[in-house]
């Protein structure tokens, strides 16, 4: 089977090496599509940085199985990589949708190969940190990360993705479909805001600050969970679905995902119902009675209440607000 990859620092060379093998490229400033047997491949290079801090983020449609291997050989440079509706597997592990782990962090030197299987879709974001940047990232943490980073054998860090981290993908993945001014900037911010986030969890669990009495097992049933209230925000499933296919009682289930996810999974529908029509109203040009109808509120002015209550503001006069600047 034929493989694909990086073998030097993200660059366009390395990018258009890589599209050229799939099909015709399309480019447009920093958003470089191809289409081809194996797929559809979308990537965007965020790299304003320079050498402190390289992105890509990728959209990925496969029709065949896919192998890409990532070998960046430059000594002080990190892998931080991280999957939203998707499922990975790195050979030891599976990341992303219904599972618990969501990104891996890598140092350089090795080989990073992930599989997916054709019909699958590949969406995340890739970050290729330095150590300087990453010093700067952690300021008085920094002992702590030094103490993991400063292996000089191959290590991978495997994380969980908290609600933050998931409405930052969100976030970005909208910011692609826009022209507008300000595009660049903002998604920069959100990926520095992504990263911040990764490291604040790894913090936390190294430290014990965050804590779990909950079995991996249970806690593996939690992910599939959420990966299945995501699914459908318009009609997600029951408790008592859930109760049912997972085969664990309603309390249980209910206790088990406040502690995850902080909330119980009517309160965690609910807010992801907010914060995806907030992109809506902010980032496209729907009205607001198709916003609720997408989303599964009662009727337009049930959304417009909820919003408010969430935001502060109505829908429609923080749209027109946000035009003004």
């Known amino acids: 089977m034929k493989r694909y990859g990086f073998d030097d620092r993200i660059s366009d060379f390395q990018i258009m090496r890589l599209l050229n093998q799939i ?56 892998i931080l990589e991280f999957f939203i509706d998707s499922e990975i597997d790195y050979g030891d592990n599976i990341v992303g949708a219904g599972h618990t782990m969501g990104a891996a962090l890598f140092n350089s030197g090795q080989i990073i190969k992930t599989r997916a299987n054709a019909g699958e879709n590949l969406k995340g974001v890739t970050c290729y940190i330095s150590g300087d940047f990453m010093k700067k990232t952690a300021k008085g943490n920094w002992d702590l990360f030094q103490s993991v980073i400063s292996d000089s054998g191959h290590w991978v860090v495997f994380e969980s993705l908290n609600l933050e981290m998931e409405q930052c ?23 520095i805001e992504l990263i911040s986030h990764f490291f604040v969890k790894f913090y936390n669990r190294k430290t014990g600050l965050s804590v779990s009495n909950i079995s991996e097992e249970d806690k593996e049933i939690m992910f599939s969970i959420k990966n299945d209230l995501l699914r459908d925000l318009t009609v997600p499933p029951t408790i008592k679905d859930l109760s049912r296919k997972y085969g664990i009682n309603d309390v249980k289930l209910r206790a088990s995902f406040i502690s995850i996810f902080g909330s119980s999974p009517h309160q965690f529908v609910m807010k992801e119902r907010l914060q995806e029509a907030r992109r809506m109203v902010n980032l496209t040009n729907l009205n607001m009675t198709e916003i609720s109808d997408m989303l599964g509120f009662t009727d337009s002015s049930h959304f417009a209440k909820q919003y408010r209550k969430e935001y502060g503001i109505a829908p429609l006069k923080e749209r027109k607000r946000k035009k003004l600047f």
Request: charged share 25%; proline share 0%.
């Open 23 to 78: 099909g015709d490229v399309k480019v447009d400033w920093n958003h470089y599509c191809a289409k081809g047997d194996l797929g559809e491949f979308n990537l965007w290079l965020y790299s304003e940085l320079g050498e402190l801090l390289q992105t890509l983020i990728f959209d990925i449609k496969l029709e065949q199985e896919y192998i890409f291997e990532d070998h960046q050989k430059e000594q002080n440079l990190y």
């Open 169 to 191: 993908l969100k976030d970005i993945f909208a910011l692609q479909n826009l022209s507008a001014s300000g595009k660049n900037g903002f998604t920069l911010a959100k990926i």
